[in-house]
């Protein structure tokens, strides 16, 4: 499995961005990708998640302002994110499992991770 995230920046409160990962996996039947950010000083959280079957699944914070996007033919995932926030600053990670569709969910268990791209949001 081999991961590599891209596309971070700094932006202004408001402001949009999209961070991409290059995603080579492994010989999974089933999998699961997120996205994970590690805010200043704070503990790696969940973002969003996306199947293998598609369905994509956003914590709280993110619902409603982020996208997650799994394009198959050029085997990148994407974080498309709008309204950001100051709070939104961290550096940001993509991830990959296999595991079943019910299991994939931003705050499972990952084995596998890129190296981060950095996201400030200043005000």
């Known amino acids: 499995v081999r991961l590599e995230e891209s596309g971070g920046d700094s932006v202004q409160t408001g402001g949009s961005l999209r961070v991409s990962c290059d995603v080579t996996?492994?010989?999974?039947?089933?999998?699961?990708l997120a996205w994970f950010r590690r805010p200043p000083g704070k503990e790696r959280e969940g973002v969003a998640s996306?199947?293998?079957?598609?369905?994509?699944r956003y914590v709280d914070s993110a619902n409603g302002r982020f996208t997650i996007t799994w394009d198959r033919t050029e085997n990148t995932l994407y974080l498309q994110m709008t309204n950001l926030q100051p709070e939104d600053t961290g550096t940001y990670y993509c991830?990959?499992?296999?595991?079943?569709?019910?299991?994939?969910?931003?705050?499972?268990?990952?084995?596998?991770w890129g190296q981060g791209t950095q996201v400030t949001v200043s005000s």
């Open positions: 996996l492994a010989n999974w039947w089933t999998y699961c």
């Open positions: 996306v199947g293998s079957d598609g369905r994509a």
């Open positions: 991830a990959a499992e296999g595991k079943v569709a019910s299991d994939c969910r931003p705050e499972g268990w990952f084995g596998n």
